[in-house]
């Protein structure tokens, strides 16, 4: 079924940084479509990004066009979000996941993990 | 984009009830559309894709159906652990977008 696991989340002040992981273990990393999702507390959720097998094609949400920067090493089973001018309301819990199999970037998302949560604040 | 919108945002159950869960797109999709079940501080599991192919490993008590613009979700049988935050995605363009999630509580 394959695993994920999210790390790199905190306390960061606006305008700040920060460059989330998520490793995958347990499946062929380089088979499938990644990206994130993220909720904020108590809220629904919100797909991020995602990026194609061998990083040849991304999308995002508008709101993060220009400040995220999703990217993957197939070798290391990593994949990364660099993040950048945060502000407040990119406050959430951040969900690595999967595309289902045999889907582009417009799928069902088969696998997810735990979450790691970003705070915002000043 | 494709906005998803869920009803009710909360269902009041009982164990053993059948419950219904309705997810509307803004257009149509096809049957481009997933569910997940979440349980609190956990990330999102995925039950259907498809509008009605259950995922390996999901009870059969779960069952979607729809097309078009118009989905539902059923449980029979409700069971103690399906006490949860249940929400619909739609894949059939990009930016992925979610309902905004029905909570199943107990009565």
């Known amino acids: 079924e394959g695993q994920l696991v999210e790390s790199g989340g905190g306390l960061v002040q606006p305008g700040g940084s920060l460059r989330l992981s998520c490793e995958g273990s347990?499946?062929?990393?380089?088979?499938?479509?990644m990206g994130w999702v993220r909720q904020a507390p108590g809220k629904g959720l919100e797909w991020v990004a995602n990026?194609?097998?061998?990083?040849?094609?991304?999308n995002s949400v508008d709101s993060v066009k220009g400040r995220f920067t999703i990217s993957r090493d197939n070798v290391k089973n990593l994949l990364t979000l660099q993040m950048n001018s945060l502000r407040a309301e990119d406050t959430a819990i951040y969900y690595c996941m999967r595309g289902g199999a045999n889907c582009g970037g417009d799928c069902y998302l088969d696998s997810w993990g735990p979450g790691t949560l970003v705070i915002v604040s000043s | 984009d494709i906005q998803m919108t869920q009803s009710p945002s909360t269902l009041s159950a009982s164990v053993g009830d059948r419950v219904t869960i309705t997810c509307r797109a803004s257009?149509?999709?096809?049957?481009?559309l997933a569910w997940y079940q979440q349980s609190p501080g956990k990330g999102p599991k995925l039950l259907i894709y498809k509008a009605s192919v259950l995922q390996n490993g999901v009870p059969s008590r779960f069952s979607g159906s729809g097309a078009g613009t118009q989905f539902t979700l059923t449980i029979n049988t409700l069971q103690p652990e399906d006490f949860a935050t249940y929400f619909c995605?739609?894949?059939?363009?990009?930016?992925?977008?979610f309902g905004g999630g029905t909570k199943v509580e107990i009565q």
């Open positions: 995605q739609q894949y059939d363009s990009i930016p992925l977008t």
């Open positions: 347990d499946f062929i990393f380089g088979h499938y479509w």
């Open positions: 990026i194609k097998q061998d990083g040849s094609e991304i």
């Open positions: 257009q149509n999709i096809r049957t481009w």
